[in-house]
């Protein structure tokens, strides 16, 4: 390492180089007058001491500032010898020098002796061993064949073409360039050249390597008896090196992150241009260090979002803005039936049938242009060209590029779709048990007057002649027993309309003939409860859904308010069914109100949990109500309850109307069906 005294009195130097020779600092002196040619860019490692002539302050901190960036740049130590208040110091301290030394009396040596103790500057434990040594390739000549041999390399290429060529240049031993571990503590070789040939990459201690002291000044330089300096360090005396040379690796943040270095086994002289070429380079290896680094910690991250992504049961998909797909998972993958390399970088149009691809198309597009999160369900054909009911979830979020980006989960239906069906299949037949007595007692009434009215047809026409007076009476048998026939029809085809399986099929329904249906299907239980039936029917447009559907929230409704009077009977019972139109809301309002025992708020609570009831063993399954606001809420809908213990129970079904182009498959509304008729008022029931 360097003393370079700069500007310093004779007598002053002198006495300097006769401290530190004395004290056994392994410090070479050089002194530079300032009325030498512009100074250099960088200085050796170690010390730069400055004198102060004196003058004014704005002076001397004009002088200092050029000097401290040299200094930095170089990362060495500017001191400056100064007689100035300690006022004036910390000025001098702020303007970038590192350490303001004064004399002890007429002698600067003393405090500078303690200032190289503190930093730790290396001792000469002997005097250099000369020897003859390769002559060296010129500096220019040296810098044009290491930029040319290390511009094309990257990753760990560099580093072996760094060391080879820094050792050829140089003409030197070894060559070495390793990086620091997170310990901080240790070195790993990324490309260690000696001998003439590459070595094996090694991790050894820093402690009591000249390395350690590289990390500590930037530079270092020990032109001989490195080996003596360091005696811990095993591979010098291994492999009988004297010289070595080193710069440390730097971060963009100004760490310590490795260490570039070059060894001789002969005496190892340098200079200022030695000094610079090889602290280029380490900035070259730091920075080619540094996007090592940052390009492991991206495939880390990459990995780590991969296995994340593909951890997700769901399918999962990221789009862009052009809807392309830019992330998708294994089980999104298993959906399609395609390796992710078919799917990135692609959209819905490429590997979707095109009705499909359209559908899910306009979703993406609904979720960019609100950037809202929502939710659709959609049909869709796998693989193994199956259909599926999927249900994706889309949320938008800000992109890498600034650029908008849509993430979307995919919920597999099927399952869930087919045993809600099977749930609903057996509410129903539930239902169709508990009226069972009631339309037996229907159908029967009439069946007996059909059946009684066959006979008497059966008698008149066994008679040989048939009188003109009996032909108007047998008119109207007939009449009657065609109007009991049409009265067991009607019952059936309720009964067909209420059970049937195509709960897909899906049109546009006349509310009012759906209340209709369902009125005659609970008639007996009316019948049996005495209810007096309030019907408050105004004109409404026609839904979209299935008529089997909403018919089992009716009956349920209808079943459940006449199960909820406390005494069969009673004249006070009441149940009330109305219906109406919202203009504001574009939907169609259906109430049921009973006036029986009510529901408490506890219950309320759990209403629509499924398997949830309050009734006896054996009466009540507990799906009813949650089946109905699983059926309202697939056509759209919302379903309501109030109700006060003790005074009835009001259920308000809110019902989107049915638009044509909803029919087609479009999504712009523009009419709607025409009202469905006012039906006539029931006539008495008996």
């Not at 930093?119 to 044009?144: E, I, K, N, T």
Request: with cysteine; proline share 6%.
């Amino acid at each position: 390492m360097y003393a370079t005294l700069l500007g310093l009195p004779n007598g002053v130097s002198e006495e300097l180089e006769r401290s530190l020779l004395g004290a056994g600092l392994a410090l070479e002196c050089r002194r530079l007058a300032l009325e030498s040619p512009p100074l250099p860019q960088v200085f050796p490692p170690g010390l730069v001491v400055v004198w102060d002539a004196g003058g004014s302050l704005e002076q001397a901190l004009a002088f200092c500032r050029p000097l401290a960036s040299i200094s930095s740049l170089s990362r060495t130590c500017l001191v400056l010898l100064t007689r100035r208040d300690l006022a004036e110091q910390d000025a001098l301290i702020l303007a970038g020098v590192s350490e303001c030394i004064t004399p002890v009396g007429e002698q600067w040596a003393p405090n500078l002796l303690t200032l190289a103790r503190r930093m730790g500057l290396p001792s000469q434990s002997g005097a250099p061993q000369g020897g003859p040594h390769a002559s060296r390739v010129p500096p220019d000549r040296a810098l044009q064949t290491l930029l040319a041999a290390t511009t094309a390399d990257l990753g760990h290429d560099f580093f072996r073409t760094l060391v080879k060529q820094l050792a050829e240049a140089f003409r030197v031993t070894c060559a070495m360039v390793g990086e620091m571990l997170p310990e901080q503590d240790s070195i790993r070789t990324l490309a260690f050249w000696s001998g003439g040939t590459f070595q094996d990459d090694v991790t050894y201690p820093l402690r009591g390597t000249p390395c350690h002291n590289t990390v500590t000044c930037s530079i270092c330089h020990y032109a001989d008896d490195v080996s003596r300096q360091f005696p811990e360090d095993l591979m010098l005396t291994d492999l009988g090196l004297r010289g070595y040379l080193g710069a440390a690796l730097r971060s963009t943040k100004g760490e310590v992150i490795g260490v570039l270095a070059i060894l001789h086994d002969q005496l190892l002289e340098a200079g200022e241009m030695d000094f610079a070429l090889l602290g280029a380079f380490a900035a070259r290896a730091g920075a080619e260090l540094e996007r090592i680094r940052a390009h492991a910690e991206l495939e880390r991250t990459r990995d780590f979002l991969r296995n994340t992504l593909d951890a997700v049961p769901d399918p999962l998909f990221v789009k862009d803005r052009a809807h392309r797909l830019v992330a998708v998972n294994s089980a999104f993958c298993q959906l399609m039936g395609r390796p992710a390399e078919q799917l990135l970088g692609k959209s819905g149009i490429d590997f979707l049938p095109e009705h499909e691809a359209q559908s899910f198309w306009t979703q993406d597009e609904q979720g960019f242009t609100t950037g809202q999160p929502g939710e659709s369900e959609q049909n869709f054909t796998d693989a193994a060209g199956l259909p599926r009911s999927i249900l994706t979830r889309r949320a938008v979020f800000p992109g890498a590029n600034g650029q908008p980006a849509l993430v979307g989960v995919i919920r597999d239906l099927t399952e869930r779709k087919r045993l809600e069906t099977q749930l609903r299949l057996a509410d129903r037949m539930a239902s169709m048990g508990t009226l069972a007595a009631g339309v037996a007692h229907e159908i029967n009434n009439p069946l007996a007057y059909v059946c009684s009215n066959i006979s008497f047809i059966q008698e008149q026409l066994a008679q040989e002649t048939l009188s003109p007076e009996m032909l108007p009476e047998l008119r109207e048998v007939v009449a009657e027993t065609q109007e009991g026939t049409n009265r067991v029809r009607t019952i059936v085809q309720d009964l067909k309309t209420f059970a049937r399986a195509d709960e897909e099929r899906r049109g546009p329904i006349n509310v009012h003939q759906c209340i209709e249906g369902a009125l005659r299907l609970v008639r007996n239980e009316l019948q049996r409860t005495n209810a007096r039936l309030e019907r408050e029917l105004q004109p409404v447009p026609a839904l979209l859904g299935n008529e089997g559907r909403l018919g089992q929230v009716l009956v349920n409704l209808l079943v459940n308010a006449l199960q909820a009077f406390p005494t069969s009977g009673d004249v006070s019972n009441r149940l009330r069914i109305a219906t109406s139109w919202n203009e504001k809301s574009r939907r169609v309002m259906v109430e049921v109100e009973d006036n029986g025992a009510g529901i408490s708020p506890e219950v309320m609570q759990r209403i629509f949990d499924p398997f949830f009831t309050t009734k006896p063993v054996g009466v009540g399954t507990g799906l009813g109500l949650a089946i109905c606001h699983t059926i309202v809420q697939s056509m759209g809908g919302t379903i309501e309850v109030r109700s006060t213990l003790g005074r009835g129970t009001l259920f308000v079904l809110s019902l989107p109307a049915f638009m044509e182009e909803e029919e087609a498959g479009g999504s712009a509304p523009s009419s709607q069906l025409p009202e469905a008729s006012q039906p006539e008022r029931l006539r008495a029931l008996g």
